[in-house]
T-cell receptor, first 112, second 114 residues
Framework: DQQVKQNSPSLSVQEGRISILNCDYT??????FLWYKKYPAEGPTFLIS?????DKNEDGRFTVFLNKSAKHLSLHIVPSQPGDSAVYFC???????????FGKGTMLLVSP | EAGVVQSPRYKIIEKKQPVAFWCNPI?????LYWYLQNLGQGPELLIR????????DSQLPKDRFSAERLKGVDSTLKIQPAELGDSAVYLC????????????FGQGTRLTVV
């Protein structure tokens, strides 16, 4: 039973447009959420996070939105750039613990 | 600042042979993780250390997998004997400690069992 779900295996976006990556979770104990970015043959790189006490966190071109009632979060990238092409993983953790549960990832392709 | 270092990057072995992976975490990071990533999947936790203590090894297949973190710094993950289904990427990560959820990953070791 997947506790963190990324239902879109892939997403294609044109350069300059907005990319929206979605993530759903089922475990009510999760209260800290992270997005990681992964290029081929590299390990995942931390991108942005959000605590359950917030509903939005912004860092430059990246914004994460959290809807606790729907158990849903999304990552917005504006504007998208070709260098953003990578696999994006959503991850979650319960309060007080540092073990992350990951989704399967969404491959983002940003075309020029 | 150096990141998480793993070696080797790639390893090809025959089934039933032993294999070991090594990880050097970021200096000062008390928490160390070993994750397994199969093709098309997200990383899945194998074991988590807080300093030298394994605090979560519930997903580690203990009949063939073992891990150690001597002196609370470097760690080694071993598989003996390896099976075809063990082919995957083995990721090591570290974080500052309990309550610091942002983990920093190494480049991983891609294991192929033939």
């Amino acid at each position: 039973d997947q506790q963190v779900k990324q239902n879109s295996p892939s997403l294609s976006v044109q350069e300059g447009r907005i990319s929206i990556l979605n993530c759903d979770y089922t475990n009510s104990m999760f209260d800290y959420f992270l997005w990681y970015k992964k290029y081929p043959a590299e390990g995942p790189t931390f991108l942005i996070s959000i605590s359950s006490i917030k509903d939005k966190n912004e860092d430059g071109r990246f914004t994460v939105f959290l809807n606790k009632s729907a158990k849903h979060l999304s990552l917005h990238i504006v504007p998208s750039q070709p260098g953003d092409s990578a696999v994006y993983f959503c991850a979650a953790s319960p309060s007080g613990y540092s073990t992350l549960t990951f989704g399967k990832g969404t491959m983002l392709l940003v075309s020029p | 600042e150096a990141g998480v270092v793993q070696s080797p990057r790639y390893k090809i072995i025959e089934k039933k042979q032993p294999v070991a992976f090594w990880c050097n975490p970021i200096s000062g990071h008390n928490t160390l993780y070993w994750y397994l990533q199969n093709l098309g999947q997200g990383p899945e936790l194998l074991i988590r250390y807080e300093n030298e203590e394994a605090v979560d090894d519930s997903q580690l297949p203990k009949d063939r997998f073992s891990a150690e973190r001597l002196k609370g710094v470097d760690s080694t993950l071993k598989i003996q004997p390896a099976e075809l289904g063990d082919s995957a990427v083995y990721l090591c990560a570290s974080s500052l400690g309990q309550g610091y959820t942002e983990a920093f990953f190494g480049q991983g070791t891609r294991l192929t069992v033939v």
